[in-house]
């Protein structure tokens, strides 16, 4: 069975610093994309990584595929109160017909 | 204008009940999907279709029943609802994987938060 592992679960901090959140897996995935849900809404896609070693920057998010495809990390720069909501990473599973999900990463930062 | 529009937003209902969940997107995606979001925030995989054909169907009671009446619609019909149906669905699209690669990303409504009291 394909899972994602997200950590840390939860995340609080001040505005200004820097973050980073992790997506984990035993298995190897042919890309990986990661999701901003805030509350009411559904999840947005950030960004999808698909080469091994691969790094995205979206403004002030950086984000890395590992060289064995197994995971990825978001890193946020400065951190702002717009910022706040839940990070889900997630991948294609086995057949390619679906994404599954992490079980998220609540960031909350405050001023 | 919304690509992916769910209805309703809101369905408070009591044990017991059938209810119907509206899902329609605009985007020219061919792939919709239901996920249910529990209270802990996991996203899991219920039914997928592709150009209205069920190309998923994941460890679900059979009281919920998906239909595709065109590949820009996709319905979910709850029969007796139980407490633990309450949860968070949400309702995706996306293009057709191709390869076995799932690399094009979802859009997803903004959910149908389901309350069975």
């Known amino acids: 069975t394909q899972l994602l592992e997200q950590s840390p679960q939860f995340l609080s901090i001040q505005e200004g610093e820097n973050l980073t959140v992790y997506c984990n897996s035993s298995?190897?995935?042919?890309?990986l994309q990661w999701y901003r849900q805030e509350p009411g809404e559904g999840p947005v896609l950030l960004v999808t990584?698909?080469?091994?070693?691969e790094v995205k920057k979206l403004k002030r998010l950086t984000f890395q595929f590992g060289d064995a495809r197994k995971d990825s990390s978001l890193h946020i720069t400065a951190a702002q109160t717009g910022d706040t909501g839940l990070y889900l990473c997630?991948?294609?599973?086995?057949?390619?017909?679906?994404?599954?999900f992490g079980k998220g990463t609540t960031l909350s930062v405050s001023s | 204008d919304t690509a992916v529009s769910q209805t309703p937003k809101y369905l408070v209902t009591q044990m017991g009940n059938d209810k119907s969940i509206k899902c329609e997107q605009n985007?020219?995606?061919?792939?919709m999907y239901w996920y249910k979001q529990d209270s802990k925030k996991f996203l899991k995989i219920m039914f997928s279709?592709?150009?209205?054909?069920?190309?998923i169907n994941e460890t679900v009671p059979n009281r919920f029943s998906p239909k595709s009446p065109d590949k820009a619609h996709l319905n979910l019909h709850i029969n007796s609802l139980e407490l633990g149906d309450s949860a968070v669905y949400f309702c995706?699209?996306?293009?057709?994987?191709?390869?076995?690669?799932?690399?094009?990303?979802?859009?997803f409504g903004s959910g149908t938060r389901l309350t069975v009291v």
């Open positions: 997630a991948g294609a599973n086995q057949a390619g017909t679906a994404l599954i």
């Open positions: 990584v698909v080469t091994g070693g």
């Open positions: 985007l020219g995606h061919d792939t």
């Open positions: 995706a699209s996306t293009r057709s994987a191709t390869g076995g690669k799932a690399n094009y990303g979802y859009t």
């Open positions: 298995s190897v995935f042919s890309s």
């Open positions: 279709y592709n150009n209205k054909e069920l190309i």
